[in-house]
Every structure is written in C-alpha cells, then in structure tokens.
C-alpha cells in the first residue's frame, strides 16, 4: 500500500496506478484501487483521469479503457490483432471450442450445452465469464448464455454480424455447419 503522507508526487501516484492496472490483467473499479494502493478516491479518479489522457495523447499500443465503472489497462482497437495471437495462447482448446459452441448457437442455454460437452461446461462458462467474453442470464432453471462485446475483441474477428461470426467461430475451431 502506497503511504502518500510524506508528501508524494501525483506522478507516484500516477505510476502506482498504472502499474496497478498493468498487472491485474481484469478490470479494476476505483473502491478496489484505493483497497490495493491506500490512495485516496479522488486523487485514483484525478490519477486514472491524466493516465488516460496521456495514453489517449501519444501514439501507444496500450490505452486505459473505461468499461463501465472499471478501468483496464488494454491493447488499442488499432493493435488488438497483433496481440491477440499471444493471448489466445492462454485458452485450451477445449476452453476455445465451448467458447466457438456459444458464439455458433447464441443465444445458448447453459443445459443444452452441457448435452453437447458434459459436466466441464460449468467451468469452462465460469472461466469464460470471469474473462468477460460471455454474458450470462437466468434462464428458468438453466442460463442463457451469449457472446459479450469484448469477445470479437478477444479473437480479434472482424465480424459485423451474428451469422458472419458463427462463420468464422465455425472455421476456427472446424466446426461443420
């Protein structure tokens, strides 16, 4: 936790913040910064503020996104397909299929998937919901499940669509229509 009493430079504050957000690798809302640094709520929102005018300023892969009241630390729209390469490598392929099962039949219910995958449709739901990638609702006794805005992002697809990004899920993973 950062101890700002000794007269701190908004700059620490500023590179406390950003280092925060660097490594948390989810987004973070204001109450969980000031948890993780100490920091008090207004000088984190002045902080988040002038870091993402700084990013939003320079030419940069990396910008400080505002997803709802949360803040993450991404790779810009302009730089997503490069990277995404390396991200996908923290998917299994199983963890990848379920993923491209949701994205062919969205809405999906949670138990109709489970008919197709068995008991691992659980974690995998979870794994890929704590990753932002999927949107979940009750559904009676079940969940339906569909694809979140972040998920074309997450693939880098470049999909309009709800049928051109069946196509292209279907593709990636060999699915048959």
Same mark, same amino acid.
């Given at each position: 936790?950062?101890?700002?009493?000794?007269?701190?430079?908004?700059?620490?504050?500023?590179?406390?913040?950003?280092?925060?957000?660097?490594? !948390?690798?989810?987004?973070?809302?204001?109450?969980?910064?000031?948890?993780?640094?100490?920091?008090?709520r207004?000088?984190?929102?002045?902080?988040?503020?002038?870091?993402?005018?700084?990013?939003?300023n320079?030419?940069? !892969?990396?910008?400080?996104?505002?997803?709802?009241t949360t *803040?993450?630390?991404?790779?810009?729209?302009?730089?997503?397909s490069?990277?995404?390469?390396?991200?996908?490598?923290?998917?299994?392929?199983?963890?990848?299929?379920?993923a !491209?099962?949701?994205? *062919? *039949?969205?809405?999906?219910?949670?138990?109709?998937? @489970? @008919? @197709?995958?068995?008991?691992?449709?659980?974690?995998?739901v979870?794994?890929?919901k704590?990753?932002?990638?999927v949107?979940?609702?009750?559904?009676?006794?079940?969940?339906?499940?569909?694809t979140?805005?972040?998920f074309?992002?997450?693939?880098?697809?470049? !999909?309009?669509g709800?049928?051109?990004?069946k196509?292209?899920?279907?593709?990636?993973?060999?699915?048959?229509?």
């Amino acid at each position: 936790m950062m101890d700002n009493s000794d007269g701190s430079d908004k700059e620490d504050i500023e590179l406390v913040v950003e280092s925060v957000l660097f490594s !948390a690798g989810r987004p973070l809302s204001i109450p969980e910064l000031e948890e993780m640094t100490g920091v008090d709520r207004r000088e984190l929102r002045e902080a988040v503020k002038k870091l993402r005018r700084m990013y939003g300023n320079r030419k940069s !892969a990396i910008e400080i996104k505002k997803i709802g009241t949360t *803040y993450s630390m991404e790779l810009s729209s302009d730089y997503l397909s490069y990277g995404v390469h390396v991200q996908q490598s923290e998917m299994d392929e199983d963890l990848l299929k379920t993923a !491209a099962l949701i994205a *062919y *039949y969205q809405p999906v219910r949670q138990s109709d998937l @489970k @008919k @197709k995958i068995g008991e691992k449709v659980y974690r995998h739901v979870d794994e890929l919901k704590d990753k932002g990638l999927v949107l979940v609702e009750r559904d009676g006794r079940t969940y339906s499940i569909r694809t979140s805005p972040k998920f074309q992002e997450y693939f880098g697809l470049e !999909a309009g669509g709800r049928d051109e990004l069946k196509k292209l899920m279907a593709k990636k993973v060999g699915l048959d229509g």
